[in-house]
């Protein structure tokens, strides 16, 4: 069972637990202020003169307190300050166990970064009043739509366990712009299935594709494994796939008005960083709004009128717990989808 911190949550926020060398410094103190000091010294200070930094039994760490006591502390960090972000989480299903809720785009799920309070997770907190609420899975800080919490600590465990099994269903929905030569023929195109290999490279902004011949074995994603014995050889073949349908073809009426668009349903079977996003562009239908795919973007600031086209639609599942076929779906539309015409899939 992992170890509870010895500080509870505080606006929202966990504490921050710290790993502490066994020498090199005089004091924990002198430690942090070396790792932490050029952020806040005066509160880092402050935090251990009033007994806000803790060990693991729950035990006050002080100004003295030598390196070699205690393997971690337990602190918390200072919030910088956050503009808001102009869109709010909205609940769709709340019960004893689960909390299903709408994310807008440009929110993160949970804190990291320059971004704290300004996260679902957070604000979620804050607004219930639900110090142990915990996300189940995670959507890109770029994609809106369904996210599901655990509300109950108690009964986190089987609902973990779905999502670790991949028994958890997903439909999405994106809006592509179309290529001036590929918008009349885009009917026959779908429905299809797209596979591909992929990874994400730890600090690289976007996804890899990876090449591999038919030949190259590797079971087919969603597969049982195979018995025998297990090898330190590289895993071969298709790790990514994506079954994409198409809903309507048209003009966009959006902010890209005018311009052709598709707009798409995204049935993913595996859950690869991007994978939707590399899908599409991959078949020549990046995602409208997209910075990172086909081509990486230079950094801006972001653009609340610009969205990202994605959506994460609906999420289903079976309740380990009763048994019931559980649906969450999202109210939420994409503002760059075809206005309504004859021209549909």
């Known amino acids: 069972m992992p170890q509870l911190p010895p500080l509870p949550v505080r606006d929202g926020v966990n504490a921050t637990r710290l790993t502490v060398p066994a020498s090199g410094w005089d004091s924990i103190l002198d430690y942090v202020l070396h790792r932490w ?6 509160g880092i200070v402050e935090r251990f003169r009033t007994g806000e930094v803790r060990a693991a039994d729950g035990a006050v760490v002080t100004e003295t307190t030598p390196l070699g006591v205690h393997d971690f502390v337990w602190y918390y960090r200072t919030v910088p300050h956050e503009d808001p972000i102009p869109f709010p989480v909205t609940v769709l299903h709340q019960d004893e166990h689960l909390l299903a809720v709408d994310k807008p785009h440009f929110l993160p799920t949970t804190p990291g970064g320059r971004f704290v309070q300004e996260t679902a997770l957070v604000r979620l907190r804050n607004q219930l009043g639900l110090d142990h609420l915990v ?25 973990q366990v779905l999502f670790e099994r991949r028994q958890v269903w997903k439909v999405y929905e994106a809006v592509s ?66 079954r994409i349908e198409l809903i309507a073809a048209g003009v966009s009426a959006g902010t890209w008005a005018g311009a052709g668009v598709g707009h798409l349903r995204l049935f993913p079977h595996t859950g690869r960083t991007h994978q939707l996003r590399v899908h599409l562009a991959a078949l020549g239908l990046g995602i409208l709004n997209d910075p990172f795919y086909p081509v990486l973007q230079d950094v801006a600031p972001d653009d609340y009128e610009r969205p990202l086209q994605l959506l994460a639609h609906t999420i289903g599942f079976t309740d380990p717990l009763t048994g019931a076929e559980r649906r969450f779906s999202s109210r939420l539309q994409l503002g760059e989808r075809p206005a309504p015409g004859p021209c549909t899939g």
Do not use: C, I, W
């Not at 000091?37 to 005066?42: E, L, N, Q």
């Open 37 to 42: 000091g050029h952020v806040d010294p005066d």
């Open 135 to 159: 996300p189940m899975h995670r959507l890109d800080r770029a994609t809106a739509g369904v996210l599901l919490f655990s509300t109950n600590p108690d009964t986190r465990g089987p609902y």
């Open 177 to 242: 712009a179309l290529p001036a030569d590929r918008g009349s023929d885009l009917p026959a195109r779908f429905p299809l299935t797209y596979r591909n290999r992929m990874d994400k490279v730890k600090g690289v902004l976007t996804a890899r594709t990876l090449d591999y011949t038919p030949r190259e074995s590797g079971r087919s994603p969603g597969a049982p494994a195979r018995p025998g014995r297990k090898t330190n050889g590289p895993t071969t073949g298709a790790n990514a796939q994506t």
